[in-house]
């Protein structure tokens, strides 16, 4: 078995997950196989490219009950996890070994490893007192520093090095530590007394630097670990509370949110804390009942009914309330929340049944077996209006805790599952069979549909559209070559832009097609003879017609002269043809003479035509009676003269052909003969 409680993308979104696994386990989902071995529970660490095919996996072997709680990557993709055993644990995977946990006295021992991107062991460091230390997060800063934040009990050395450094953690503490790149202590805080069922569950790293911390407490807690004092007290064994300190460790500000203690002790109580790209802070987590959301002087109350509800929230940067949102209907615990580049919410965790849309609308999931749990996957605007919501699962147990991560368009996903799961939160299927006996990891990645720039367009013939990408402090790339934030286009087709910010790529994709109407084709100067008629037929099945005298006729008749449009049109775009149209005389004659006599006297001297009309252009041949070319010319009003060369041709019988072209643009052949005489 195994279960994954972690996930982190490296700069190339490759994967990394941590969790733990017992007896053999298959680390590669492809067709090869790594099989890795350990007769107990023991942490896991594991790489896998951005389509999921295996890059390296580690499984770290210890006596008895070791777990890797959470995974992350510094600036030069290095890998750092954290965990907690009980027993000694080798952390290099190499020829070599370098155990850890040989020297704790009393009860699981906290450790932190880095790994460089390839798999190759770095480092690993350990802590722990005189009962237990469990990190429950790792982070690092801009500057590589390695950031844990867990619970503990009793007094524990945060100091990995030869020194000490003991944090008091009497009736139950949290914790938080910095380390430098190379694991050695710059300072380590405490929150002591939050009580044996408190936890610090969750923390992130502000844009400039700030920690932020959630958990839950009871008991009357000092949340300045410094010189000065800043209790707050518990109502219940587990009041929910964040707060904010300089990355020094130095308290900004504690809030505590009075949320009852149902399901105490387990992933019910998380609570998660996120800032988004405008500063603010969110928070979500579970509750029952009614609570309320406000931890100033005001009252914002929400009600989470009898069973387990979720609730994510939003505050200013000085942790002033803005406003919260409830998620009720059933059971649907969250475990995870994520605020992409562009602040939208994503939350997701278990589900039987439960209504996602916080407003009066209803976006209601449920199971398919009615004691099943099955994953969701569910988001908000910036300001906590419903988006969608998605379920993942299968029958019987379903899916566990989850952990996600989101970037680029695109939501990863960690967890375990039992039995057979459907992966496809759409229309297909992914089903995914558990090997072995308990739980089985799975990680899966999806892709977003955010906020579309522009939905697919239909141009009109001969028109053009301006695709519009723009959004602020950003480069471009179009998969035409430009880097404009707008693109002309004339053509159909798909077009993609990749969109860059400082940390938020994204992906648009244009369709363009055209919505092509009928053309009238015909000439747009049209000659008829007298008399006639232009008969023009068209077929409108999806389109209208109208013409220039209003007529909508699908069958036309003109038969007088003039200047004619006819426009197609729909819903869409509508064209236009015009046309002319005249009528002339289109009497064809050509009249040839059958005798001349070139004789002198200045009557019938030449054979030329004696009537021509609507004839554009001619040439006469003439020919001896053997068919000898003799004569040609292309005026047919000059004629033949009945001479060779200045030399007289013998009375007698010609041959001759006219070639024309008419008005009518026909080619046409006329021929006879003529007698050529001199008396």
């Not at 480092?123 to 690092?140: D, H, Q, T, W």
């Not at 799961?421 to 990645?445: H, I, Q, R, S």
């Amino acid at each position: 078995m195994s279960l994954a409680r972690d996930i982190a993308l490296d700069s190339d979104q490759n994967i990394i997950i941590t969790g733990y696994s017992t007896d053999s386990v298959d680390f590669d989902p492809g067709d090869n196989q790594l099989i890795l071995r350990t007769p107990d529970q023991n942490p896991y660490l594991a790489k896998y490219d951005t389509n999921g095919n295996l890059q390296w996996a580690y499984v770290f072997p210890s006596g008895w009950n070791a777990y890797g709680n959470s995974v992350t990557v510094d600036q030069y993709d290095n890998v750092i996890f954290t965990g907690y055993g009980v027993k000694p644990i080798d952390f290099d995977p190499g020829p070599e070994e370098y155990i850890l946990g040989e020297s704790s006295p009393n009860g699981p021992f906290a450790f932190f490893a880095k790994y460089a991107s390839n798999g190759a062991f770095i480092f690993a460091r350990e802590f722990y007192g005189n009962s237990a230390a469990i990190p429950n997060k790792v982070l690092c800063d801009n500057a590589g520093n390695i950031i844990l934040a867990g619970r503990f009990y009793g007094n524990i050395d945060i100091d990995p090095g030869d020194e000490a450094y003991i944090l008091n953690g009497e009736n139950g503490g949290g914790f938080w530590a910095k380390f430098d790149p190379d694991g050695n202590l710059i300072y380590g805080k405490s929150l002591s007394g939050i009580s044996n069922i408190g936890d610090l569950t969750d923390m992130s790293i502000c844009e400039n630097g700030d920690i932020l911390l959630s958990g839950y407490f009871g008991n009357l807690v000092d949340f300045d670990p410094g010189p000065d004092e800043f209790l707050m007290q518990a109502e219940g064994p587990a009041d929910r509370f964040f707060a904010r300190y300089t990355s020094a460790g130095e308290l900004i500000w504690a809030k505590r949110l009075n949320i009852n203690s149902y399901g105490c002790c387990s992933p019910s109580e998380y609570i998660c804390i996120r800032e988004n790209t405008e500063g603010d802070i969110l928070i979500a987590g579970n509750f029952k009942q009614t609570a309320d959301f406000d931890p100033g002087p005001g009252q914002s109350y929400l009600f989470g009914g009898l069973a387990t509800s979720a609730y994510f929230a939003k505050f200013s940067a000085d942790g002033n309330f803005i406003w919260a949102k409830s998620l009720t209907g059933g059971f649907c615990p969250v475990y995870d929340m994520e605020i992409d580049c562009r602040d939208n919410i994503y939350l997701t965790g278990s589900l039987v049944s439960a209504d996602f849309d916080p407003t009066s609308a209803i976006a209601f999931l449920q199971s398919n077996v009615a004691s099943a749990f099955t994953h969701y996957m569910a988001r908000y605007d910036i300001d906590g209006n419903f988006v969608s919501v998605k379920q993942i699962g299968g029958s019987s147990s379903g899916p566990s805790i989850t952990s996600m991560v989101v970037r680029d368009e695109h939501q990863y996903m960690a967890g375990g599952f039992r039995y057979t799961v459907d992966f496809d939160p759409d229309e297909g299927e992914a089903l995914l069979t558990m090997g072995g006996m308990g739980w089985n990891t799975y990680f899966a990645k999806y892709k977003l549909d955010i906020n579309p720039v522009q939905a697919d367009t239909t141009l009109c013939d001969q028109s053009q559209v301006i695709l519009d990408a723009s959004t602020s402090n950003a480069t471009y790339l179009w998969n035409t070559g430009e880097t404009t934030p707008t693109l002309d286009v004339d053509e159909a087709g798909d077009y993609d832009v990749v969109i860059s910010q400082e940390e938020c790529t994204t992906y648009r994709n244009f369709t363009v097609d055209f919505n092509s109407l009928p053309r009238l084709e015909i000439d747009s100067l049209i000659k008829l003879c007298d008399n006639s008629e232009l008969d023009i037929r068209l077929n409108p099945s999806n389109y209208n017609i109208l013409w220039s005298d209003n007529s909508t006729d699908a069958i036309r008749t003109i038969n007088q002269p003039g200047i004619y449009w006819v426009q197609f049109y729909d819903s869409l775009c509508s064209r236009t043809d015009t046309f002319e149209l005249d009528f002339y005389d289109c009497e064809i004659i050509l009249t040839m003479p059958n005798v001349f006599t070139p004789n002198g006297d200045a009557m019938n001297e030449v054979f030329a035509a004696l009537q021509m009309k609507g004839i554009t252009r001619a040439k006469l041949f003439v020919f001896n009676r053997w068919g000898r070319q003799i004569y040609e010319t292309n005026d047919l009003s000059q004629g033949w003269d009945g001479t060779i060369a200045g030399e007289l041709v013998t009375e007698g019988v010609y041959n001759w052909i006219v070639q024309y072209e008419t008005i009518l643009s026909e080619a046409l052949n006329q021929s006879g003969t003529v007698n050529l005489f001199r008396d």
